[in-house]
Structures are given as structure tokens and as C-alpha cells.
């Protein structure tokens, strides 16, 4: 088990710069997901915690040593990789042993730790397969195991589960929360998929363009996003935005008029233009002409059974709302319709440089 | 001739298809053949024509027949009334010819006027076994070439005698300035024979019987290795290029040389030809060999006494006076003719030339002095190295002589031969058919009748172009041949084969010998090739995708030349006293090594050239199968604490396998017979010791007394021994695949 911490991590491949000084503590037993849109530099962040690239600057410490220049074979860690990259032309077995094999550990100890790990991951049966006579769900379990079986201090997940189909994905992520529950190993898992980081991950860390966006909970980042940027990633369908005036403690734009939570409001906001964001889920529909905060035209509605998206046009900009399926019965398509939103869930970015205007209330 | 009736009927076929090509427009009265070319072939027509205005009864019909083919086509073509009435030939084949009942013998009488124009020896060289075959038409000798500009800068006249020769030669010797007084192909005996004449030497005995080992034939050989050796006038390993070079660039002052290289030396070079020196030794006049170019009338066309006479006619002018001016004057030919000489476009040198023929020894026209070559040769290379002395070198020369003349084993009954034959294919047919019936194997054939029909013409073209030749290689295998007779000997050469029955097992020249350096050349390529193919292909992987085009390049172009030329520059690398590798070596104050003096520095040097030709297929092999190795895995590796020999050991090499194999496999199959890089670049030397199977297999068919049987039973051993191998690996190949 072992802390990790990056602290000014860069990396530059020739002229692009990848990785723009990053700041990271992952605490002990932590998981840990990076996330963010392809390109962002989640994996060379990963690869670079495996040695497996280095850092231009900054370093890089796994338990408290830095590991700048430290084989990958002396980091203890261990890596799954989104291909698997199992050894063609060996088995299972072999696969699994390989690190130990290498490291010139005695075969009865091999045998005894890939059967742990065989057993822990449900792969007994399978030792004795070579990779191409699996399916795709027995290699993960496979490639997993081949991590498990050297009890690293960190287990490094690059993109696990985006080659498996979306219901296997669903079971492999119950299974990986529930043995890393078990195991208790700190793990970085890299993903681009928002479902996995928020169902998976004790802390989210979004980067985008090399740059961390914000580090925290699952929760933290969705209720409070810290930008503009967090706020539209995570979510779907994602915040609804319109650009907006912030004037005399409310907030304006066309068909929109909503009050301001002055307690929730950033120290030293001033009056000027601001973007407005609101959940789907966050409209309700006014029933009935009473006088709402929101007025927009309904553009196309998508009944789901128990709920219905309907995508409106407020002002300029198109929205998404999640209406009870019965009340959104009486909507037509180019019809007015009038919402509301709770002040509270309305969230405010500054127009410059997006900034979330509203912080999360203290614990009171 | 005795020969087995399918094999008969084959080799028909193709002596059938080669010859009804040359298919006649009109019924001309007398066909005329000639390989000439340029300058010679325009003169050639001319005659024709004159002949033509003086003769209007009779007409010509020329045909250029290609130089590679002529002999084959001459020989198939002319039994059969497909073949030419009068034809132009060096004379060395004429006994062979005249044996086969290919010439018709000529009546001197008749040809009076022109023979009394032409000097003695050379009329000579168109006699055999008492009759005259043919009439002298132009001759080409070796004679000797001097730098005229470097001889004034000697204050000099061209030599007399060979004292005079080498007194100027050291004089103008600077082996350090790279300058030599004397150059020419010394180990090649045809260049060599004026000496050899010269000192006396003789090749057969008194009743014409081929003998080598007579006692002045030692003397040129000990004249010359005492030029080579002593002297230092001549540079070792000195091969027909560098002499052209030395000579061309001024740092040669005396050059042995035949007429063409009087086309080969640029306008700006300053030179003169003189006979060959007179030998001081003896007060005789060097005598090379003279090849006398002649005209034949063919038994075609004694079908008539009308053809006859005009045969007759034609050949009597073509190497009648006023030809010979044509030839002299327009296509540059030193003439045989010694008046029509003077009128030759060059005429210093043609009249040299025509003086060295006269005193010039004509080639021999028996058919088995064919396999002096190879003996001599080599004789000739041991006494320039030193290793043996001229005596003794010629003693074994003979020897080999007496085995490559050695009377073929004797005829058996090819019946018991037939029957076996028979049975075995009368088994294989019912098993054949067992198994169809077994696999109901017709039935399916008829359901994929179309797929059959797609494949014959792949399948009819391989079947003519390979199996047949196979089968018919392979049948001849059986046969002995000597001069123009196969007969049937069964599994003699294979028994004289794999008993050593020609020499013992460590005999350079014995199958086992041989097979043992063949096999330690694949192995030592092999491995050369995978070894820096696959280190290179490492080293490039990384940039090879940005630098891809470099690369390639870079590849393809050693690949684009030709091999030969490849192992000609190698060889001139490899060269003494000129090669850059001995430059390399002096530079770094090392001694220069003589490459082809040893069977392990001679066997080095094969296998460098062909490491170098056969490296880079291994790499692009390696290159390809790298590319398909995802990163992924070298990185899991790396990850699970394997060290960098660990991955290649465990990962990587592994997963070239399935690529690697059947490249070592093609690779080896083509090094094994890798017939190019062994005859040029050692030439088999020294003593025969780093041939390989197959330029064995050549130099019995065509260099040690025409045994043709004999080099198609080695031609079989080598497809048996390829066939074991690659069966064995195919069978491992399998087995990796399927688990794998």
C-alpha cells in the first residue's frame, strides 16, 4: 500500500506539451480516476506513473520516494491495459507468473500466487488457455489477474473496460469496485468514460488539455463543478447554459429570469455577464400558465415510458429537459412552455474565464 | 545413342522447338549461320553480297544465330535438314563436331589459292584426325601491350625477350606507388600459354593422348610464380580487371592482352602491341594459344552435289582474299589472311596480332581437352602460391585430368531399372486410387470441376516448366555421357558419388567434403543473416516509421544490383594488393591478409559478401513482423519487471517466430545453392576447398570433361538433402502453428 503523489508534472512530446504541470496527491488506498476527453493526457499521466514514460519536470513519488528514475520493474506497481496485452503465445498461467518468473521468483511460489489470483477473479478454469481461446470478459479478468498476482503497492488501470460490450462493463465495474473494497490497494484508473469515473472513483480528477480541472468527489464535482468545463463533462444529457446578465440580485436572458442565492455567491462577484446552467433535471414544468422563471419553445420531444427529454430553444440556446412523462403528455412540438427552476440548482459561471460563481455551502 | 525412350522422346521435343524457329521463306540454295555482331555481322553481309554479284546462279540466305545458342541449335538443327550449309565457328569444337557427323570434310585441293594465303599453323588448328574441317577466317591470340609513353619515359624499346621484358618491368616496378611492370590474369592458363609454349611445355603425348605432367610443364609455371614471388613485377591476385585498370591508368607498363582490348582501352591511351617476347630461356618465340575462326560446310549439305559445290564455293570466299579485306577493312577482324592484314583498320596492331598467331599454338580441337582447364588452373594457382611446387601441382593436375577423362562406368540393362520403375508406379496408381475411392475423391472432383479448370494453367505451366525439366534432369542422373554418347549405368554416378569412389571422403573435391562445407556456408550465413537482420531491425524500429523512405531506399538499392556484380566488387575488395579491405588493414598498421591463399580466410570472404547480400531481407522480414508486435506488450513486460534481454528472450522473439521460420527456411534453401558468391568471389579456391554442392554439380558438367550424368546425380543429392530439410522443418513449423 502506498501514497502517490505527482507534484509539477509536464510532459512534452517535441512541440506538444501534453502534460501541463500537474498537482496530484492519491492517498492511500485511495481510488483514484482519472478522467477527461481523448487527447487530455490522462494516459501518458498513468504511463508516466509507470515509468513507462518520463516526465519532462516536476516528480513523481509512490510511498513517499521519488520514482523519477526508477525502473518500472522496482516501482511495485502494477498495470492493466486497455488491449490487455496479454502474451499471445502463452497461457494464462504463464501470463499470470511472467512478473514473478522474471523476477526470479521459485516456481512453487509462482503456482501458489497465480492460483490465489486465479481463484480471487473466478479464472481457475481458465489457467491452462492460451489468450486467443478466451473471450473478451475472460482476458480482462486475466489481465487483472496478471496485476493481482504480484501484490503491488498501486494498481494502474488504463482504460479497463472500453473494449468490452456495455453490459459486460457493467458487471466488471460492480466486480472491480468490489475487489478493490476487498483488496484495499491504492488504484489510478484512467477513463474517458464519466459513468465509470462516477461509479467507480473515491476522488474524480478531470483534466483537460493537460491541465487538472478539479479534483474530488464523484459528488463534488457534479453538484459543484468548479468550471464551466466540469460542469458540461459530467451529466447526461449535460447542463443547459444561456448566456445571461446578472443584475440587482437576479439573473437575465431572454425568457429567463431567476433570483440570486446571495449566500452561495463567489466574495466579490460583481453585476455583468455571466453564463446561467441548469440541469435537465432541475426544470420543472409549470402546469397550468402559472407564471414561470423559464420560457422556451419546445423544439422535439423523446417520450422515454417513465420520462420524457424534451429539447427546448431558450433564446439561442438549445436545452434539455427531463419532464414526469405525464405531465410532459400535454406538450406539443412548437408549442410554448413555461418552466421553473429552483434557485439553489441554478448554478453561475463568470462569462470570462468560467469560473464557477457559486461555492459549495460550508458544513453547517 | 542409348538413351531411355521417354526421356529420348522429351528431350526431341524441346531439340524440336528450338530449331523450327529458324523456319526458311524461300528454298535459298546454301544457308549461311554466323554470331556476329555490330561491325563483324555488316562486314559478313557484304561478303555475301560480292559473293552474290560474282555468283548470280547461287542464292545466300544469312541468318544470325545468338552466340548462347548456337552450338545446341547447330547440333539438334543439323541432323534434321533444319540447320545451316555453311557456318562460321571458332575451330576448338571441330573434333567434336566431326565426330558427331555434324562437318563435312573439305577437299584441300579445292581450296588451294586461299590456303596458300593463310600461314601453316593456323590451317592446323581446322585439321583433325587428318582431314581439314574448316577454313581459317580471322584468329584471336594474346599478345603483349605496352604503355608507349611510359616505355619513352624508360628511354626503352619494346622488349625482344623475355629478359628484356623483365629487366624493363622491375625497372618500372614501385609496388608502393601501386606500379607494376607487368599485368595480366596470371593464375588463367589461356593468358598463361604463351609461356607455356614457349618454355617447351606440352598437353598431350606423342601419340595426342592428353597428359599434363610432362617435365618442361613446369618450367613458365616456376618463370612466372618467379615474377609473381621474386620479383615483385606482377601484383598479386592480379585478375583480368585490375590489369585492364592498371593498365588503362598508366600504372602498368606491359599488359597480356587479346584484340578486344583494343576496344576496351580508351582514344587517350597511349599504346602498342607487340607479339609475345621471345623466351631467353629457351630461344624460342612465345606460342599462345591462337582460337582460329573459321568456316564449315555442314553434312546438310552434302544432301546434293549441287549444294555441295555451292557450300563449297561460298566458304572458299568468305575466307578468300577479297573477304578478308572486306573483313579487315569494315569489321576490324584480325584476319587470317596475311596480305588482307595490312588493310585493317588498326593495322600495327592487327599485324601483331597476325604475327602472334602465326607463331601461336592453335587451341586443341579434341573434345576432351575441354576438361584441361580446371587443372591447370589450379595448378597453375598452387605453384603462383607457393603452396606446392610446378612439378608436383602438375603431377595432381593430371591426376584430376585422368578422373575427369575417366571412361564412364559401365552400360547396364536399364530393364531391371524399367521394371522397378514400372511396379512402383503400377503401386502408387492402385493406391491412388484405393484412396479415391476411400475419400470418394472423383466424386468430389466432379462437383469442383470449375475450380480444376481455373487452376490448369498454372497447374499445365508449372508442370512444363518445372516437373518435366525435374524429371528430365532427374532421369539423366542415370545416363553417362561422353562426348555426344549417353548410356544407361543405373545408380553407378550416385554409387561413385557416396562411395568416394573418385577420391577418399576428405578429397576437397568428395561428395562428403563438399557436403560438409556447404552445410557449414548455410549455417555460418544463416545465422550471420538472422543475427544483424534482426539487430538492425531492432536498432531501426523506432525511427523506422518517420524514416521509412530512407530506409527503403537504402535497402532496395543493394538489392537492385545484380548479385554478380555484387560479388565481383567484393571480390575486388578482397583483392591483394588493390583491395580496400587489405587498404583498411594497412592503414591500421596491420599485416594485409591473402584472402584466397587458405580455405578459412577464403571461406571468410564468401561468407562476408553474401552477409552482405542476405542481410537485409532478414531485416525488412524482421522489420515487418516487429511492426505487427503491439507496444503494448513489450510495455506489460517492462511493467511486470523484465529486463530488456528478458522481453527480446521472452516477448519479442517468440512472437517473431512464426515470421522468422519460414524466412531461415527460404534463406537457407537459397544459401545452400548460392551458385554465384562461391564461383566468383573464391572461385572454389583455394584447391577446391570452399566449393559448395552445387558449383560442384557445375564444374562436372561443364568444366571437368562434360559429365553431364554425373552432375545431375549431384543436382539430386542436393534436392535430397533440401527436400530432408525442409520436410523436417515444415513437419516443426506445423506443430508450432497449431499450438501457436
Known amino acids: 500500500m502506498a501514497s502517490v503523489s505527482l507534484s509539477g508534472v509536464h510532459k512534452r512530446f517535441g512541440d506538444t506539451h501534453v502534460v501541463r504541470g500537474v498537482d496530484l496527491d492519491i492517498a492511500d488506498g485511495e481510488f483514484l480516476v482519472l478522467v477527461g476527453s481523448s487527447g487530455c493526457g490522462k494516459s501518458t499521466l498513468l504511463r508516466m506513473l509507470a515509468g513507462l514514460e518520463q516526465p519532462s519536470s516536476g516528480s513523481i513519488a509512490i510511498g513517499g520516494r521519488v520514482v523519477n528514475d526508477v525502473a518500472p520493474r522496482d516501482r511495485d506497481i502494477a498495470m492493466v491495459f486497455q488491449s490487455y496485452a496479454l502474451y499471445p503465445h502463452m497461457t494464462v498461467r504463464e501470463n499470470m507468473g511472467f512478473g514473478l518468473k522474471v523476477r526470479g521468483a521459485a516456481a512453487p511460489e509462482i503456482d501458489a500466487a497465480v492460483a490465489d489470483a486465479a481463484r480471487v477473479l473466478d479464472i481457475v478454469h481458465l489457467l491452462d488457455r492460451k489468450p486467443k481461446e478466451m473471450s473478451g470478459g475472460q482476458r480482462q479478468r486475466v489481465a487483472m489477474g496478471r496485476a493481482l498476482v504480484r501484490k503491488p503497492k498501486v494498481f494502474l488501470f488504463d482504460e479497463p473496460l472500453s473494449n468490452l460490450d456495455a453490459s459486460l462493463r457493467g458487471q466488471m465495474r460492480v466486480e472491480l469496485k468490489r475487489l478493490h473494497a476487498k483488496l484495499g490497494v491504492t488504484t489510478v484508473y484512467v477513463t474517458h468514460d464519466q459513468v465509470e469515473a462516477m461509479t467507480l472513483a473515491d476522488r474524480i480528477a478531470l483534466l483537460d488539455k493537460g491541465v487538472v480541472q478539479q479534483v474530488g468527489t464523484p459528488a463534488e464535482l457534479y453538484d459543484w463543478p468548479a468550471n464551466r468545463f466540469t460542469a458540461r463533462f459530467l451529466g447526461s444529457p449535460g447542463m443547459n447554459f444561456v448566456e445571461a446578465e446578472l443584475r440587482d440580485g437576479r439573473v437575465f436572458a431572454p425568457g429567463v429570469d431567476v433570483p440570486v442565492v446571495a449566500e452561495l455567491l463567489a466574495e466579490g462577484t460583481t453585476d455583468g455577464p455571466v453564463w446561467i446552467g441548469v440541469r435537465p433535471h432541475d426544470l420543472r414544468l409549470e402546469v397550468g400558465g402559472a407564471a414561470g422563471a423559464i420560457e422556451a419553445e419546445v423544439d422535439v420531444l423523446e417520450p422515454m415510458g417513465w420520462e420524457t427529454h424534451a429539447h427546448l430553444r431558450v433564446g439561442d440556446a438549445r436545452w434539455t429537459a427531463r419532464f414526469d412523462a405525464a405531465d410532459a403528455a400535454s406538450l406539443t412540438p412548437r408549442g410554448r412552455v413555461r418552466c421553473s427552476v429552483a434557485p439553489r440548482s441554478a448554478r453561475l459561471f463568470a462569462r470570462d474565464d468560467e469560473r464557477a460563481l457559486y461555492r459549495a455551502p460550508g458544513p453547517t | ?740
Open chain 2, 1 to 740: 545413342m542409348r538413351f531411355g525412350r521417354p526421356a529420348a522422346a522429351l528431350l526431341a521435343l524441346f531439340a524440336l522447338a528450338g530449331t523450327t524457329g529458324c523456319g526458311r521463306v524461300a528454298e535459298p540454295d546454301v544457308v549461311l549461320w554466323h554470331a556476329y555482331r555490330g561491325a563483324e555481322a555488316e562486314a559478313l553481309v557484304e561478303v555475301v553480297h560480292a559473293f552474290e554479284e560474282r555468283h548470280p546462279e547461287v542464292v545466300v540466305e544469312v541468318v544470325p544465330v545468338p552466340y548462347q545458342a548456337y552450338a545446341n541449335k547447330l547440333t539438334s538443327g543439323v541432323p534434321r535438314g533444319n540447320g545451316p550449309d555453311v557456318f562460321l565457328f571458332a575451330q576448338e569444337r571441330i573434333g567434336a563436331w566431326a565426330d558427331a557427323g555434324i562437318l563435312h570434310a573439305l577437299e584441300p585441293t579445292q581450296h588451294r589459292a586461299v590456303l596458300e594465303a593463310l600461314p601453316g599453323g593456323v590451317v592446323d588448328a581446322c585439321r583433325y584426325d587428318g582431314e581439314l574441317w574448316g577454313l581459317p577466317v580471322a584468329t584471336k591470340t594474346t599478345a603483349l601491350f605496352y604503355r608507349s609513353d611510359r616505355l619513352d619515359e624508360l628511354g626503352a624499346e619494346p622488349p625482344e625477350t623475355t629478359d628484356d621484358l623483365v629487366a624493363l618491368a622491375a625497372r618500372f616496378t614501385d609496388a608502393s606507388a601501386g606500379r607494376f611492370g607487368l599485368v595480366y590474369p596470371v593464375g588463367d592458363f589461356y593468358f598463361h600459354s604463351g609461356w607455356f609454349f614457349g618454355f617447351g611445355g606440352t598437353l598431350s603425348d606423342a601419340d595426342g593422348t592428353p597428359r599434363l605432367d610432362a617435365p618442361s610443364n613446369a618450367n613458365s609455371f616456376a618463370f612466372v610464380a618467379d615474377l609473381l614471388n621474386e620479383r615483385r613485377v606482377v601484383p598479386r591476385d592480379c585478375d583480368y580487371g585490375v590489369a585492364k585498370d592498371l593498365f588503362a591508368r598508366g600504372d602498368a607498363l606491359f599488359a597480356v592482352n587479346g584484340p578486344w582490348f583494343l576496344g576496351e582501352l580508351g582514344d587517350d591511351v597511349p599504346f602498342g602491341v607487340v607479339p609475345l617476347p621471345r623466351i631467353s630461356a629457351t630461344n624460342t618465340p612465345a606460342s599462345p594459344f591462337v582460337t582460329v575462326e573459321s568456316v564449315l560446310v555442314s553434312s546438310q549439305a552434302a544432301r546434293s552435289p549441287e549444294a555441295l559445290a555451292a557450300a563449297t564455293l561460298l566458304a572458299d570466299f568468305i575466307a578468300g582474299p577479297e573477304s578478308s579485306v572486306i573483313r579487315a577493312e569494315r569489321g576490324g577482324q584480325v584476319v587470317a589472311d596475311r596480305t588482307a592484314a595490312l588493310s585493317a583498320r588498326e593495322p600495327a596492331a592487327s599485324a601483331a596480332f597476325g604475327a602472334a598467331a602465326a607463331a601461336g599454338t592453335p587451341m586443341p580441337n579434341a573434345p576432351e581437352m575441354t576438361a584441361i582447364w580446371e587443372p591447370l588452373n589450379r595448378a597453375l594457382d598452387q605453384t603462383l602460391r607457393g603452396s606446392r611446387t610446378a612439378e608436383a601441382a602438375l603431377v595432381d593436375a593430371d591426376a584430376d585430368l585422368r578422373r575427369a577423362l575417366a571412361p564412364p562406368p559401365p552400360p547396364t540393362s536399364p530393364l531391371p531399372y524399367e521394371v522397378a520403375f514400372g511396379l512402383v508406379l503400377v503401386a502408387a496408381a492402385g493406391l491412388a486410387v484405393r484412396r479415391s475411392r476411400r475419400t470418394a475423391l472423383l466424386a468430389r472432383m466432379r462437383t469442383s470441376r470449375l475450380a480444376y479448370l481455373y487452376v490448369a494453367p498454372a497447374a499445365i505451366a508449372s508442370g512444363l516448366l518445372i516437373f518435366l525439366p525435374f524429371i528430365v534432369g532427374a532421369s539423366l542422373s542415370l545416363y553417362a555421357h561422353e562426348q555426344g554418347e549417353f548410356s544407361f549405368v543405373g545408380f553407378a554416378n550416385f554409387l561413385n558419388i557416396l562411395l568416394a569412389r573418385d577420391f577418399g571422403l576428405t578429397h576437397p573435391q568428395s561428395f562428403y567434403f563438399t557436403l560438409v562445407v556447404t552445410v557449414a556456408w548455410t549455417a555460418a550465413n544463416v545465422v550471420l543473416h538472422v543475427s544483424i537482420g534482426l539487430a538492425l531491425a531492432l536498432a531501426l524500429r523506432d525511427s523506422w516509421v518517420r524514416l521509412r523512405g530512407v530506409y527503403r531506399v537504402l535497402l532496395i538499392v543493394p538489392w537492385a544490383v545484380p548479385n554478380y556484380i555484387t560479388a565481383l566488387i567484393w571480390k575486388s575488395m578482397f583483392n591483394f594488393s588493390f583491395g580496400s579491405i587489405n587498404g583498411v588493414l594497412r592503414w591500421l598498421g596491420a599485416t594485409p591478409v591473402d584472402w584466397f591463399s587458405k580455405w578459412s580466410t577464403a571461406f571468410a570472404a564468401n561468407v562476408a559478401t553474401n552477409t552482405w547480400l542476405g542481410f537485409p531481407f532478414m531485416m525488412v522480414v524482421s522489420l515487418g513482423a516487429l511492426q505487427s508486435i503491439p507496444r503494448d506488450l513489450e510495455d506489460a513486460a517492462e511493467v511486470d519487471g523484465a529486463s530488456r534481454w528478458q522481453r527480446f528472450r521472452h516477448i519479442t522473439l517468440p512472437l517473431l517466430r512464426p515470421a522468422l521460420v519460414p524466412a531461415v527456411v527460404l534463406g537457407t534453401v537459397w544459401t545452400f545453392n548460392m551458385f554465384n558468391i562461391i564461383y566468383l568471389v573464391s572461385g572454389g579456391g583455394p584447391d577446391a576447398s570452399t566449393d559448395i554442392l552445387i558449383t560442384e554439380a557445375y564444374r562436372w558438367a561443364f568444366e571437368r570433361g562434360e559429365r553431364y550424368g554425373y552432375a545431375a546425380a549431384y543436382g539430386v543429392l542436393i534436392f535430397g538433402v533440401l527436400l530432408i530439410y525442409t520436410w523436417a522443418t515444415s513437419g516443426r513449423r506445423a506443430t508450432e502453428l497449431t499450438d501457436g
